[in-house]
């Protein structure tokens, strides 16, 4: 815990906690979107060739 002197408040790390807070659940999102796709598409995936 810290006190700042100009602006006369208290500081205890609860900005980190939110924000990590928020971060964590915004890449969770992004990872369970990413396996939603993965899912739908299936597990075979149909692959192209150049020539033949």
Not at 29 to 48: K, M, N, Q, S
Request: proline share 0%; aromatic share 8%.
């Amino acid at each position: 815990m810290s006190y700042d002197e100009k602006t006369g408040s208290v500081h205890t790390g609860n900005g980190m906690f939110y924000l990590s807070t928020v971060l964590g659940a915004l890449i969770n999102t992004l990872v369970i979107g990413w396996c939603a796709l993965a899912l739908r598409r299936g597990t075979t995936r149909e692959r192209h060739s150049d020539g033949g």
